[in-house]
């Protein structure tokens, strides 16, 4: 049986992850700070749960002894993220450091520590759930737009380093998609339909993952805006400045 440890894993995307993994003879190590939330997803998968703050270090010190019991890692997502959205002077010091703290400074240690306790098995997939914002900007949360623009850096970088290892690094570029987090931070939900499930994404992970894609953007509305913020950066500035900027 492989073995798939997915941060953030008690809701949203992270929970469509693990059920998508499960549904596929993974076992699953799920990590995350909501306990009520992971006992429930424990009871349906049949799933086992760190619970632990990967805001900060003594958090993330938590997971390794646990893993250290466990199988070997073939497929470590760092999917657990949050964020901080407002007009740009309106949003505390503490909330940007939050959003670091969680979405670029967890995963680079968490693998750091991982990899040197030699934890991954042979073949094994990191994945890291970044953003569409990669490639379109993010006005009104431009820190966010940063660690998830970070986090992709790394990951490519980190790409080539543990080529010979036979360790393959994944980057994952979700649109809205329709969870807590997407419904918390947009200036209105009036077109929430729109947005992809959940299990939807985590289909596109999961056949990603097993082609050992390095970049994953989920859906073809995702990879033309992609595209668009690609080679057309006014054009994107204009319709976030829009869609976002002025709403919020
Ligand atoms: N939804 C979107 O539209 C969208 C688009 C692009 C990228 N993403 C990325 O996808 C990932 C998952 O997002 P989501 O929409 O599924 O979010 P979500 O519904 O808020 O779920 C995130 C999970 O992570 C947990 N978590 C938050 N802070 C944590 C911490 N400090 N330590 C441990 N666990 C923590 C949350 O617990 P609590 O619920 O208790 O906070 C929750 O269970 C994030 O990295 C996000 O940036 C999302």
Not at 124 to 131: E, G, L, M, N, T
Not at 164 to 170: D, E, F, L, R
Not at 178 to 192: Q, V
């Given at each position: 049986m492989k073995h798939a440890v997915i941060t953030g894993a008690a809701h949203g995307i992270g929970k469509a992850l693990a059920h998508r993994f499960?549904?596929?003879?993974?076992?699953?190590?799920?990590?995350?700070?909501?306990a009520a939330g992971a006992a429930r997803v424990e009871r349906e998968l049949n799933a086992r749960f760190v619970i632990t703050d990967l805001r900060s270090d003594t958090g993330i010190a938590r997971v390794l002894p646990k893993l250290i019991q466990g199988k070997p890692?073939?497929?470590?997502?760092?999917?657990?993220?949050?964020?901080?959205?407002?007009?740009?002077?309106?949003?505390?010091?503490?909330?940007?450091e939050r959003v670091i703290a969680v979405n670029f400074y967890a995963p680079m240690l968490l693998t750091a520590a991982l990899l040197k306790a030699d934890l991954f098995a042979?073949?094994?997939?990191?994945?890291f759930i970044s953003s569409l914002s990669h490639y379109t900007s993010y006005p009104g949360a431009a820190t966010y737009a940063a660690?998830?623009?970070?986090?992709?850096?790394?990951?490519r970088s980190l790409s080539i380093a543990l080529a010979p290892q036979n360790i393959h690094v994944t980057t994952v570029f979700p649109g809205p998609t329709r969870t807590a987090h997407a419904r918390r931070h947009s200036p209105h939900n009036t077109r929430e339909e729109k947005?992809?499930?959940?299990?939807k994404l985590a289909h596109h992970v999961f056949r990603g993952v097993q082609k050992k894609k390095h970049l994953i953007v989920p859906g073809a509305t995702n990879r033309?805006?992609?595209?668009?913020?690609?080679?057309?950066?006014?054009?994107?500035?204009?319709?976030m400045r829009k869609i976002i900027l002025e709403k919020l």
């Amino acid at each position: 049986m492989k073995h798939a440890v997915i941060t953030g894993a008690a809701h949203g995307i992270g929970k469509a992850l693990a059920h998508r993994f499960a549904q596929e003879g993974y076992a699953i190590t799920g990590v995350d700070i909501d306990a009520a939330g992971a006992a429930r997803v424990e009871r349906e998968l049949n799933a086992r749960f760190v619970i632990t703050d990967l805001r900060s270090d003594t958090g993330i010190a938590r997971v390794l002894p646990k893993l250290i019991q466990g199988k070997p890692i073939d497929v470590l997502i760092h999917n657990a993220g949050i964020n901080a959205v407002g007009r740009f002077p309106d949003i505390s010091i503490e909330n940007h450091e939050r959003v670091i703290a969680v979405n670029f400074y967890a995963p680079m240690l968490l693998t750091a520590a991982l990899l040197k306790a030699d934890l991954f098995a042979k073949g094994a997939s990191i994945v890291f759930i970044s953003s569409l914002s990669h490639y379109t900007s993010y006005p009104g949360a431009a820190t966010y737009a940063a660690t998830k623009s970070g986090l992709a850096s790394y990951a490519r970088s980190l790409s080539i380093a543990l080529a010979p290892q036979n360790i393959h690094v994944t980057t994952v570029f979700p649109g809205p998609t329709r969870t807590a987090h997407a419904r918390r931070h947009s200036p209105h939900n009036t077109r929430e339909e729109k947005r992809m499930p959940p299990e939807k994404l985590a289909h596109h992970v999961f056949r990603g993952v097993q082609k050992k894609k390095h970049l994953i953007v989920p859906g073809a509305t995702n990879r033309m805006v992609a595209l668009l913020g690609k080679w057309c950066p006014p054009l994107m500035a204009y319709a976030m400045r829009k869609i976002i900027l002025e709403k919020l």
